[in-house]
């Protein structure tokens, strides 16, 4: 899978290092993907970062993914785009991305299973814990988490309040990897980087 484990969200508001810092120190940690994410630049200025991030994963070896905008992913030949509830239709950003990753947030059984039969290539599926990152709603839980797993047959990435202190309930319910942000930003974010790899290769073991 695309994402050895985890997928690192960038999240300029959550770090107080420097943006591609920031990356550079999860990727030399041994993450495989980054999920550009960005609510607040102009479309012109993620469009830039996005150039420059693709560079960067290629270097590494690793996935790109970017939130939200198909066109800018497709632009700078990212791997793929991951799609919100409220972003262009799966459908529709099938057709630009062709046989690119398309993934798209969930936040319950329906949504995944819609998901799944539109033809996503991966859901996100949460928030399962709190999580101060953003307002994503009220927190979904592991139960929520291994129904969805148990429902469809595509990745389940789980995201929201993951920490070292609760990914094995997540992953033994059934998710197929994590998506992080201030579980390594927070910190110091090399350290925190390099635990989390290390959780994905000893229980790879």
Not at 70 to 90: F, K, N, S, T, Y
Not at 108 to 119: F, M, P
């Amino acid at each position: 899978m695309y994402f050895n484990g985890i997928c690192f969200i960038t999240d300029r508001k959550y770090s107080d290092l420097p943006f591609y810092a920031m990356i550079n120190i999860a990727l030399r940690a041994g993450v495989k993907c980054i999920q550009y994410r960005d609510k607040d630049l102009s479309r012109r200025e993620i469009y830039g970062n996005a150039v420059t991030l693709r560079e960067l994963t290629r270097f590494f070896d690793a996935t790109f993914i970017i939130n939200d905008h198909a066109d800018i992913a497709l632009a700078v030949d990212a791997d793929g785009v991951h799609l919100g509830q409220d972003d262009l239709p799966l459908k529709e950003a099938r057709k630009i991305m062709g046989g690119r990753i398309v993934g798209i947030s969930t936040h319950n059984l329906d949504q995944a299973k819609e998901a799944e039969l539109g033809g996503a290539d991966y859901i996100g599926f949460g928030p399962v814990f709190y999580t101060a990152t953003k307002d994503a709603g009220a927190p979904k839980g592991i139960d929520n988490l291994r129904a969805v797993k148990e429902n469809v047959s595509i990745p389940v990435v789980a995201i929201g309040g993951i920490s070292l202190d609760n990914i094995s309930s997540v992953i033994s319910a059934g998710a197929d990897a994590v998506a992080l942000a201030t579980a390594i930003c927070k910190g110091d974010a090399a350290a925190n980087a390099e635990k989390f790899v290390r959780f994905f290769q000893d229980k790879c073991k």
